[in-house]
């Protein structure tokens, strides 16, 4: 599991769960269509399991490199 920050700054572990609706954000702000976004969306369950479910993911060419590096992130 990855170890990320809090909004206060305390370490908590990250279980890679994300819902639909997180998962909507992140790629709203990286700049996805809604029509992208909804076809992603059928295709995952809810909450998806970034780890489990990255096969389905990279089936639309997203993996967490390819967001960063459309959210103007650095590695």
Request: net charge neutral; glycine share 12%.
């Given at each position: 599991?990855?170890?990320?920050?809090?909004?206060?700054g305390r370490p908590r572990r990250d279980s890679?769960?994300?819902s639909h609706q997180e998962v909507a954000r992140v790629m709203r702000r990286a700049g996805y269509?809604?029509?992208v976004i909804s076809d992603v969306l059928s295709q995952?369950?809810?909450?998806?399991d970034l780890e489990r479910d990255q096969q389905i993911l990279a089936?639309?060419?997203?993996?967490s490199e390819r967001l960063m590096d459309r959210l103007g992130g650095s590695p």
């Open positions: 599991m990855k170890t990320l920050l809090t909004d206060i890679g769960l994300r269509s809604g029509e995952l369950p809810d909450p998806t089936r639309y060419g997203l993996s």
